[in-house]
């Protein structure tokens, strides 16, 4: 099973400020097959980068996801009021899928 | 654009059998694998399991292998997650999902969730 470590455990940062979040896994991701979500309380994930650095359809331009083999970054480039929340990365390189135990970006 | 509805919040007491499910609705059911997820209690996501709807093949994670099933009706476009003998460690929030597909192939990602169930168990 492919274990995905998340850092740092809370971001804390203003509006307008960038967000830097890392993960790394414990083997090799094969072509680059990971995932990051954002969680808001109360609701689903969504999606928002796959395949390490494509933005999934409607997400804005602020965020961008970079990486290969074992170390991904999700960057937001100037933090909005919206984007306080939790961050997860997910791998989909081997079996089982794995999340990691996530990122919260707080005020 | 379509969308996932999940059953309602189940309370449920421990060795109960229950079946909770996912109904897809405006798109094509039969593009997309869907895959459940539990999220315990102030905890993070965990991936149980995923099944292709045309054909129901289903892939487990060890960690749930044998703990519950997951199916679907075809001809409801409908998914279910189902536990035979309830215990209260699976209290927790489930969701379903869709794997996401672009121009260029579909990838085990997710870009549709349902809006979760709530399960609680306790005597």
């Known amino acids: 099973e492919i274990v995905l470590t998340q850092s740092p455990g809370t971001l804390s940062l203003s509006p307008g400020e960038r967000a830097t979040l890392s993960c790394r896994a414990s083997?090799?991701?094969?072509?680059?097959?990971l995932a990051w979500y954002q969680q808001k309380p109360a609701q689903a994930p969504r999606l928002l980068i796959y395949a390490a650095s494509r933005r999934a359809a409607g997400i804005p331009a602020r965020f961008s996801g970079s990486g290969s083999g074992t170390d991904f970054t999700l960057t937001i480039s100037r933090l909005e009021p919206e984007d306080f929340a939790l961050y997860y990365c997910q791998q989909y390189g081997g079996s089982p899928l794995t999340f990691g135990g996530g990122t919260r970006v707080e005020l | 654009e379509g969308q996932l509805v999940q059953s309602g919040k189940e309370v449920r007491k421990p060795g109960e059998s229950l079946k909770i499910s996912c109904k897809a609705s405006?798109?094509?059911?039969?593009?997309?694998?869907i895959a459940w997820v539990r999220q315990m209690p102030g905890e993070g996501l965990e991936w149980m399991g995923i099944?292709?709807?045309?054909?129901?093949?289903?892939r487990y994670s060890p960690s749930f292998q044998g703990q519950v099933t997951i199916s679907v009706d075809k001809s409801t476009d409908t998914a279910y997650l189902e536990w035979s003998s309830l215990k209260a460690a699976d209290t927790a929030m489930y969701y379903c999902?869709?794997?996401?597909?672009?121009?260029?192939?579909?990838?085990?990602?997710?870009?549709?969730w349902g809006q979760g169930t709530q399960v609680i168990v306790s005597p």
């Open positions: 083997q090799s991701v094969s072509s680059s097959n």
């Open positions: 999902a869709r794997t996401y597909c672009d121009n260029f192939g579909c990838y085990r990602a997710f870009d549709m």
């Open positions: 099944i292709y709807p045309v054909d129901s093949d289903t």
């Open positions: 405006g798109y094509r059911f039969f593009s997309n694998w």
